[in-house]
C-alpha cells in the first residue's frame, strides 16, 4: 500500500528536550516536506527536499532541522523544543513539485510543555 | 502578502442543502496550480482535485464541482445535496513558481463544514 508514515503520532515532552519526528514514503518520491497546523492559520510549510541532500526552507523554518540522506526518509528534528512549538506535524511527499499533489502522513501531535 | 484567501472560516449547513466554499488566490505566474484537500475530524488530508492555469473547464465529479474562474483568480468548490460525511475542514492551495527552479506550494487557511443531520 502507498503511504506516508510518520512517528510517533503523539508526542508529549519538555522543553529544551531534543527529539525526532521520523517521515518515510514507499513511493519513491522525489519531493518531501514537513507542515505544522495551528488553528487559525491553516497548513504552514517547514522545510521541503526536491531530492537526496537538497533541502531549503520553506514559511516558518526556525527552531527546525530536516535531513534527506535517503529518498525515502524526512526526519524533522527540535533540537530545543519550546511551547510555540507545539502544534500538529504533517509529512508529505510528491512525485514533484508544481502540478503534483501531496500524499500526507497521518500527522504527528506535539506538546511542548 | 496572502496567496490564498478562504474567506469562510467555519460555515454550516442542513444536510442536502448545497454550499459552496470560496477560494481566491494570489500570484504573478502565468503557470501555476490549484488544489483542494480534505481533512475529516479523523485528521489525515486528502487530496481531491488538481487545477492548471491553462484548464478553466469545470469539473464535476459526483456531488462536487469546482468552478475555476482566472478573471476573478477563484477555484471554488460546491457540494451539491450535502451529507454528514463531508463535514470536515477543506483546503484551498496554490503552487506557482518562486524561482531557481523550485515551486513554492501555499495552503489558505482552510474552511470547516459542518452539515447538520
Known amino acids: 500500500e502507498a503511504q506516508v508514515t510518520q512517528n510517533p503520532r503523539y508526542l508529549i515532552t519538555v522543553t529544551g528536550k531534543k527529539l525526532t519526528v521520523t517521515c518515510s514514503q514507499n513511493?519513491?518520491?522525489?519531493?518531501m516536506s514537513w507542515y505544522r497546523q495551528d488553528p487559525g492559520l491553516g497548513l504552514r510549510q517547514i522545510y521541503y527536499s526536491m531530492n537526496v541532500e537538497v533541502t531549503d526552507k520553506g514559511d516558518v523554518p526556525e527552531g527546525y532541522k530536516v535531513s534527506r540522506k535517503e529518498k525515502r526518509n524526512f526526519p524533522l528534528i527540535l533540537e530545543s523544543p519550546s511551547p510555540n512549538q507545539t502544534s500538529l506535524y504533517f509529512c508529505?511527499?510528491?512525485?514533484?513539485?508544481?502540478?503534483?499533489?501531496?500524499?500526507f502522513g497521518p500527522g504527528t501531535r506535539l506538546t511542548v510543555t | 502578502a496572502q496567496k490564498v484567501t478562504q474567506a469562510q472560516t467555519e460555515i454550516s449547513v442542513v444536510e442536502k442543502e448545497d454550499v459552496t466554499l470560496d477560494c481566491v488566490y494570489e500570484?504573478?505566474?502565468?503557470?501555476?496550480?490549484l488544489f483542494w484537500y480534505k481533512q475529516p475530524p479523523s485528521g489525515e488530508l486528502v487530496f481531491l482535485i488538481r487545477r492548471n492555469s491553462f484548464d478553466e473547464q469545470n469539473e464535476i465529479s459526483g456531488r462536487y464541482s469546482w468552478n475555476f474562474q482566472k478573471s476573478t483568480s477563484s477555484f471554488n468548490f460546491t457540494i451539491t445535496a450535502s451529507q454528514v460525511v463531508d463535514s470536515a475542514v477543506y483546503f484551498c492551495a496554490l503552487s506557482d513558481y518562486s524561482g531557481a527552479g523550485s515551486y513554492q506550494l501555499t495552503f489558505g487557511k482552510g474552511t470547516k463544514l459542518s452539515v447538520i443531520p
Open positions: 500570484t504573478r505566474d502565468t503557470t501555476y496550480y
Open positions: 508529505a511527499s510528491s512525485a514533484g513539485q508544481g502540478a503534483y499533489e501531496q500524499y
Open positions: 513511493m519513491n518520491h522525489e519531493y
